[in-house]
């Protein structure tokens, strides 16, 4: 299977804390994936932590239903 690292920087105006809590919550990709997605969680785990694997489907190209796993590696409240 192949691995992949994505990282991004991007400023957001909020305080720290409410930015963090905001995406310490993976129930919250849906709220930040483009609809056209149909982002579809799959996870019962949201216990936000080093090792978690969060599991969920969205539509990539035309449509086709993918399934997609991000793995938590570095969790460092509250950054």
Same mark, same amino acid.
């Given at each position: ?8 920087? &991007?400023?957001?105006?909020? +305080?720290?804390?409410?930015? @963090?809590? !905001?995406? =310490?919550?993976?129930?919250? &990709?849906?709220?930040?994936? +483009?609809?056209?997605?149909? @982002?579809? !969680?799959? =996870? ?36």
């Amino acid at each position: 299977m192949a691995s992949h690292r994505i990282q991004a920087t &991007l400023l957001v105006d909020r +305080p720290l804390d409410e930015v @963090f809590a !905001f995406f =310490s919550r993976p129930e919250n &990709l849906g709220r930040i994936t +483009p609809r056209s997605m149909g @982002f579809e !969680f799959r =996870s019962t785990d949201t216990d936000m932590r080093d090792g978690l694997e969060i599991e969920y489907r969205v539509r990539l190209l035309l449509g086709i239903p993918t399934g997609w796993r991000s793995l938590i590696t570095e969790y460092d409240p509250p950054h």
